[in-house]
């Protein structure tokens, strides 16, 4: 038994560092055929406030460990997509519809050679507990208990939001969004359990996090931190992924992520976001910005409602 976890720490500890960066997977250089076949379109619809759009199709492409600060509804179109939650994968297949609560950490792959294309939802936390109020008896904080579910139905809404947003139809991009959200809350909806805060390590977890946001261009080392904080750097290291599902240094590049995400919508170039955050360079904040939101950060500042493609390939 003893054999069995510790190879299962190894397989974790080596995805956190391929997470951020430090180790590169086999077969990393992708071949202009490949890639020729990936696109991704990120974007807002002002018509629907408090929404992001995301629609792609993957082949190579991965998404390292991140969390988002909403809720994410996904319905893969063709191919299959693995989705690396907490308990484990899960593999989003036509007809299925992924569920993803706020702040729950996850990564994700092509799950055939072939890849995936799909459409996702992120719909801000205020959205869905506006929804939630109005149409459930849900009390507290609304979420999901399963994190994939056969709904061809809605897995079909789920496109048609997006097919509504590129036409400019912002009722009906409203309307199918509400049903489409009103409809996974009452059919597989639940209040979220409060996390207990009071456990030692769960302050210690939450001093580091705060340390971490304080000196974001500049963090101290885990044993500067562990010392900070009178606590070991391994102790610190189980507190801090019990807490929050990923060791500090890919919760840190998942909180420069967010904070250059909001530098680039308000007007930023990418280069000076990039030092804003504590990203050595630019190409820097290029490969872990396209590794969790989808786009590199040029595409993702220019005309949002534009297609990024990199290469010939169309939305289907």
């Keep these: 038994m003893a054999t069995e976890e510790r190879k299962a720490r190894e397989v974790q500890e080596t995805e956190e560092a391929r997470d951020s960066g430090e180790v590169e997977e ?27 759009l995301l629609r792609a199709r993957y082949v190579r492409h991965s998404f390292s460990r991140h969390s ?17 939650m907490p308990q484990g994968t899960i593999k989003a297949r036509p007809g299925t519809v992924v ?16 890849g995936w294309s799909y459409a996702t939802l992120y719909p801000s936390a205020q959205v869905v507990a506006g929804i939630a109020d109005e149409t459930t008896s849900l009390r ?9 579910v056969e709904d061809a139905d809605t897995a079909r809404l789920i496109r048609a939001v997006h097919r509504a947003a590129e036409e400019g139809n912002a009722l009906a991009a409203d309307s199918v969004l509400r049903i489409v959200v009103a409809r996974l809350l009452r059919r597989h909806g639940q209040s ?21 946001e304080e000196r974001m261009t500049e963090p ?12 070991g750097p391994f102790a610190l ?15 840190l590049t998942n909180a420069r992520v967010r904070t250059a995400r909001r530098l680039l919508e308000a007007g930023t170039a990418p280069g000076e ?13 290029n490969r872990h910005f396209t590794r969790i939101v989808g786009v590199p950060p040029g595409a993702y500042q220019r005309e949002r409602a534009r297609t990024y493609k990199t290469g010939r390939g169309r939305p289907p």
């Design 192 to 212: 979220l359990p409060a996390r207990a805060p009071n456990a030692a390590g769960a302050r210690t977890a939450a001093l580091a996090k705060s340390l971490l």
């Design 99 to 114: 569920m993803i609560n706020p702040e729950v950490p996850h990564s994700a792959r092509a799950g055939v050679p072939e």
């Design 273 to 285: 976001a990039a030092a804003a955050v504590g990203f050595s360079d630019q190409p820097h904040l």
């Design 220 to 231: 101290p080392s885990l044993e500067q931190l562990a010392h900070e904080l009178g606590t």
């Design 68 to 84: 988002h600060e909403g809720f994410v509804f996904g319905a893969v179109l063709r191919g299959i997509e693995d989705v690396v």
């Design 26 to 52: 086999a077969g990393q250089t992708r071949e202009t055929a490949v890639r020729k076949e990936e696109w991704a379109r990120h974007w807002q619809y002002p018509g629907v406030p408090g929404l992001d």
């Design 140 to 148: 507290g904080t609304a979420g999901f208990a399963e994190t994939i």
């Design 237 to 251: 290291l189980r507190a801090f992924r019990s807490a929050y599902g990923m060791p500090p240094h890919t919760w």
